[in-house]
């Protein structure tokens, strides 16, 4: 089985920074894609940062310019370095990765989620 398991989050205060990494375990072949997506209370969950397994970044308008995310020195950890936040990067924050296993096609695996509270 694959699992994501993040780590990170909490409260911090606006225009503070927040780190969060993000592991995948178990039998993995190739992973593909691995990002970062956000759903705040009310609305729909969308997708923050994105990097592929050659280093191509993607970035959400919203984020662009405060929030980086990078591969770890292991390639199946993935971080996001989260700088100037503010009140409205209020969410939960999930770890996706698309993923061939061992064992099966490559599909689209989730982590729990994580909780970023920004207050003002």
């Known amino acids: 089985q694959v699992q994501l398991v993040e780590s990170g989050g909490g409260l911090v205060q606006a225009g503070g920074s927040l780190r969060l990494s993000c592991a995948a375990s178990?039998?993995?072949?190739?992973?593909?894609?691995m990002g970062w997506y956000r759903q705040a209370p009310g609305k729909q969950r969308e997708l923050v940062a994105g990097i592929s397994s050659g280093g191509s970044t993607n970035y959400a308008d919203s984020v662009k310019g405060r929030f980086t995310i990078s591969r770890g020195n292991a390639k199946n950890t993935v971080h996001l370095q989260m700088n100037s936040l503010k009140p409205d990067d209020t969410a939960v924050y999930y770890c996706a990765a698309d993923i061939f296993a061992v064992t099966g096609p490559a599909r689209a695996y989730w982590g729990q989620g994580t909780q970023v509270t920004v207050s003002s």
């Open positions: 178990g039998s993995i072949y190739r992973i593909n894609f």
